[in-house]
């Protein structure tokens, strides 16, 4: 019976992904097998190893690298991409990550995390430049402000910025832990470790992509963190935007 095409291209897709799964006898066929099988393995496992050079030096460190590449295998086995875009693979890793996947060597408990932080890194750094961008300049009189295209908050229960190869922790943070990655006025992606207040300041302006008013944004931080004294609160308030604006995170709305 002659196969489909659904099934030749399965068989073939699967033979690319896992070569434990081709079996032919023409030495032809098995040689441009292997091109091709390099080929996108190669080109997987350059995306990823760039994308996440902190976890794939641990990795590395404690398996060497027939480790990574077991992980990237079976990443590339069993993860089904949405998207066609090569660009698109570090985020899609970091997804499989998060799934808490079994693999033959142990990962250790904070990799997830520190991949997202790794990606988050890399994603800052390629969003696409707006137009309506303007940072803040020393004479602007800002009373409303926003949070930039180009900065994100994320919350870990690691301090994944201090792991690296001389420092592994086996706990989390007593904490959890707030980061601010950012693209400043340079291009330079740099990121912030801010504590929880700020982080829910942060987190309300996110919520209001168009901004809010200083006002505005400071009767709601009252309203939602009522334990602290009022007076307290919004002088720790205007530092932080100062400093904010001043490092390219939050932007003046006109």
Same mark, same amino acid.
């Given at each position: 019976?002659?196969?489909?095409f659904q099934t ?117 750094s390629i969003r ?23 900065a994100s908050l ?14 592994? *922790?086996?706990? *989390? ?82």
């Amino acid at each position: 019976m002659t196969q489909s095409f659904q099934t030749i291209q399965k068989t073939f897709v699967d033979a690319i992904k896992d070569p434990q799964t081709f079996c032919d006898t023409d030495a032809d066929h098995i040689r441009r097998m292997k091109i091709y099988q390099s080929l996108f393995f190669n080109n997987i496992d350059n995306f990823v190893s760039t994308g996440f050079p902190v976890l794939k030096s641990i990795v590395v460190k404690q398996y060497g690298e027939k480790g990574w590449e077991s992980i990237v295998r079976q990443f590339f086995i069993e993860h089904e991409c949405r998207s066609p875009y090569f660009a698109e693979i570090s985020k899609e890793f970091v997804e499989y990550l998060s799934t808490e996947p079994t693999f033959d060597i142990t990962l250790p408990d904070f990799a997830a995390e520190l991949a997202h932080y790794e990606w988050l890194e890399l994603d800052v750094s390629i969003r696409k430049n707006e137009d309506n961008v303007e940072f803040y300049q020393q004479e602007n009189n800002v009373t409303a402000i926003r949070v930039s295209p180009y900065a994100s908050l994320a919350a870990y229960h690691f301090e994944v910025h201090l792991i690296g190869e001389d420092y592994i *922790p086996e706990q *989390p943070a007593q904490e959890q832990q707030f980061y601010v990655v950012y693209r400043d006025r340079e291009f330079d992606v740099q990121f912030t470790h801010v504590n929880p207040v700020t982080a829910i300041l942060v987190n309300t302006l996110e919520q209001n992509e168009l901004g809010m008013a200083i006002e505005q944004l400071a009767e709601s931080l009252c309203q939602q963190l009522p334990q602290i004294p009022s007076n307290v609160l919004i002088n720790g308030m205007n530092q932080t935007l100062t400093e904010m604006l001043q490092k390219g995170i939050l932007l003046p709305v006109s």
